[in-house]
């Protein structure tokens, strides 16, 4: 039975070089040595027929029993290569889950701005609309239909900014135009009221103008959100609740308000609102001065003299009026300590926010 | 307003702790700013006792003395003064404190000796005007006690913040009644009794006013035969406490019931007034052209027509309300006084002293307003305080001259109008109690009161000054706090609105941060961009700017955009990727107000994320700017648009193109041209783009968005590259590719430009010359099958041909 016994010898030399593969690839070549087209077993496979018919049943079973257990090794050592092959790449893939990502840039919006959109946000919620109007205005708009006297402090060309006129008109004041940047947004009041008939809810945010020379605590140029409510039955008391509720959305539900009495031309009863400070929380700190309150807005009911100007009728009518300015709100909310850091534009700044 | 504790006690029975009446003023709406303690200004100046008094060794004008303060050993204090003796009780300020006038004592060497401290003035000591030698103190001072304390100086005084409504509480009466409004305390008005002797004052002087619109009223008071000199003590100090600086008797007197009632009062040396036989003749009028005046401080000044001046025959002695002349002051010669007690208008006087820049204590009242029934009881006043401080006799009458005298005002308080407006329940009688104690004359009628209100308080000339006064006796904070209603209302933003909105947030997600700069430009920017206006606009300017480089409104947002870019370059910060959403102005001539548009505008600049640990940092170009608006009009789903070669001065040429959208130019993008750059001081490689907002949400307003359908069959994709001139713009051929590709082409994406080298010797280079190679990726696709070879052969082959034959583009092999 010489076939089977160089079956058995091929078989023991096939099984030991499979042991002895040391990767897939040398495996492979194994098993094309063996099962290949060429290989020795394929070889014997093929010799069989010329065997004689009595010895070709055995030898047939034999052969078979054969290459199984090669293929059934082959498979073995495959899986086992395998793994430590898949084992060997995971390891060297390996990160430092430590290192930096990268990151795609997303810009920032500009804290003034993030500001103004919370305030925009609170009001919209109470059924407010925005309102914007021009930011080089008339005097008309900005001091005459807001109650300011011709002789007005604020009037002077030391506290406002005045634009040349050239529609050739001559201004009121000697020295001065009727044409000037707006030194708050409360002309938008004026400019609603002209155009809209009760109920008016609105904020107009945007960018005023005073000659102050930018320092820490002043800039030429800010920004001032303005409210304005017109409707029957408005009362001081509405303008209270509205404004505790803006305090509360804007600065966190555990911050006091106060109103203290104070005057404005364009609104009567006029107040000032303090909120307790976030940092003593009222019992007077460094950060409030001492005091416990941190001044944020003024606000009042419209004075009849403004409807006056707008053809509103103060009998029929009510209404009140606030002011804030976006930058007091950033610097108090992120204790920015001076005021020209808004408008320089340094990223170490804008990506703060 | 500075108000003494100590003298506002004399007028209202304060019994509240300071602290308490602070917060009570506060809330009814008088701010106290600020708490000073007077004795303070004076800690470490003590009574001390010259033991020895010996002359200096090397110096014969100063003297060496030891001085017993009462701690410790005796002082040695070298002193320049030498009305003092051994034995003499003084001031001395010991080492460490600091004078009123900010001087603060130290140990110093005064020729060769060492001195320990200073013995003071009253001058030096803020508590008089005599600084012609030390203020010797009387026999039983105590030594050792702080000065302050021994001098009654321990005070506390509240700085008030009176708001411009208020004119009444710019005088310790007007405060007083104040505090006794607001804490019920009593109040009292302190008087002095007046003696008249000899001539009366109508036979002496006369008084015309030309206009009662600038004068409602004048009054003149005559005292003869007095001697000026240094105030008592007690004038002197309430002088210091209001925060004024003592001059002469006189002038102090003047001052303190300015302090006290509210009324300025100014007093001239009668001699020196021009005198018509022997009556002195004053006009109260307007400036005339050319009229000039030496004011008390020195200054000659040319008047301004609408000053108001108080006149002799002579010319103008006076810039009314707001500074006497220097030729009728009254000074230590002065013998008889004229004392003016007048009210001017609010008007002139506010523009009279800030043109002049002079802001006195009597222009501040005059501005506010001066009740014009106070001035006869004030001249009275302060006429009976000279006579007492002065001497001289007092001429029986005033002469008034009262042009302006109005009558009462009455004003009608609804109580249900008053409650319908604050939201209170208020009665008629409680609201009538709040307003008594204000000096209001209050009368019911039914649910009404009948207020008549008081002319110190011109601000209560209506219903809701009244309705005011009633809100903020009552308390704010007793006001319940409600909300309006909200039946059929909606807040929302405008489609405007929220496109802006939008626009911002899709340049931050391009990576770009917000700037917010200044809207003022300056016109040296035209030059440094090279900006040229076109003949119609004009540059909008200020008439009164601070600065030169803020002169003018921005035309444009490049300047701020690279200011910002410049400051982040100088301080280390190389990548800049801004955007800024801002208004720019123009105008025109015959324009009253400009045009206001708001544009979006960028600089980007360095690289997106800096040098990282496994990549280079790419620097930023052109096309990096072009994929920011790229991904702006695709999130707005503004089709249509392009980048078309453009120049501008402050661009580099052949990096810049005017963005357009459906043929209209709205906005431009470039890299900054090395002139502008180096005008405003930045590093070369910024790309810029501005762009008008108006016109993006114009055509973004356009876009119409329809769902498109998923392709359901696979794509036949091939690439191809074109040999063409170097001049034929990537959009052209693209395009020419499109439009000749036929019905099953897709998509066509560029995705590769070559060029050889311009220094690249004719072996290696690859193109002929003149010629660059612009590879496109194709895309075929059916909505109905897959295709094959076959299909998209033919229309490949053909669109080929076409291509070669409109645009000479050969196939590169």
Redesign the interface.
Known sequence: MAISEDLRFLEREALEAVLAADSLDSLDAVRVAYLGKKGSLTAVLRGLASLPPEVRPEAGRVSNEVRVRIETSLEQRRRALASVEHETRIAAEAVDVT??G?????????V??QIV?EITGI????????ADG?????DYYNFTALNH???H?AR???DT?????????EAE?E?????L?RTHTSPGQVHVMETQKP?I?VIVPG?V?R?D?ADPSHL??F?QVEGL?V?E??????L???L??FVRGMFGPDRRV??????FPFT?????VDISCGICGGTGCRSCGGEGWLEILGCG?V??NVFGHVGIDPERY?GFAFGMGAERIAALKYGVPDLRL???????F??QF | MRVSLTWLKELVDITLPVEQLCERL????T?VEAVHTRGEALKGVVVGEVLTKEPHPDADSLSYCSVDVGAGEPLRIVCGATNFEAGDKVSVACVGATLPGGLTIKRAKLRGIVSEGMMCSAAELGVGTDASGLLVLPAEAPVGAPFAEYHGLADSVLELEV????PDCLSMVGVAREVAAVTGATFRVSSSELHEHGPTASDQVSVRIEDASLCPRYTARVIRGITVGPSPAWLAERIVAAGGRPVNNVVDVTNYVMYELGQPLHAFDLATIAHKGRMATLTVRLARANERLRTLDGQDRNLAADSVVIADDSGPVALAGVMGGEATEVGDTTVDVLLESACFG??SI??TS?RLGLISESSLRF?RGVDPELAARASARAAALIAEVAGGQVAPGVVDAYPGQRPPLTVRLRSARAN?????SLTADEMAAFLRPLGVDVAPDGEDLRCRVPTFRPDLS?E??L??EV??LYG??N??????G?RG??????DV?RFR?KL?SV??????????????GDRADLDRMGWELAPDE?L???????SAE?AA?RWSLVP??L???S??QR?G?P?????ELG?V?I????????K?RLMAGGALTGS??GR??D?PGRPLDFFDGKGVLEAVFGALHVGGWSVRASEYPWLQAGRTGDIVVGGDVVGWIGEVSARSASAFEVAPHVVLFEISVPALHKAASRAQVTYAEIPRHPAYELDVAFVVDQTLTAERLGSGIRSAGGSLLESVRLFDVYRDPSEAPDDIRKLPPGKKSVAFALTYRSSERTLSDGDVRPAYEKMLRKVAGALGAEVRQ
């Open positions: 290192l930096p990268r990151a795609r840039p997303i810009g920032r919006q500009h003034l701005h959109e009001f919209l919620g109470l059924g407010y609309r925005v021009p930011e080089v205005e008339l006297p011709p002789d402090p002077a060309l030391q900014f005045y634009v040349r006129d050239l529609s050739g008109d004041v020295g001065e135009s009727d044409v940047l109920p809810y960018k103008y000659r020379i030429p140029q920004t409510v409707d039955g408005i009362t001081f008391g509405d209270k609740g509205t505790e509720h106060r109103l203290r009495p104070h005057f009567e009863p006029s107040a000032e009911m004075d009849p009510s808004f408008v320089e534009g340094d990223t170490r804008l990506h | 506060d809330m009814t709406g701010k708001t411009p409504n208020r609010t008007a506010g523009r800030r501005e319908a407006m604050l939201g209170t209506r809701v000054d309705v005011e809100a903020r704010l904070e006001i319940p706090s409600t909300r309006p909200g209302r909606v807040g929302e933003l405008t609105q909105m911002g340049l931050r997600s391009s990576g770009l941060d917000e700037h917010v700069g200044y809207s003022f004009v909008v300017e200020l008439v009164n700017p601070m803020q409104m701020s955009l200011r910002a870019v400051h982040n301080r910060v990548e800049v990727h801004l955007y208004t102005f105008t025109a001539e015959g324009r009253k107000q400009p206001e997106w994320t990282g640990w990549e």
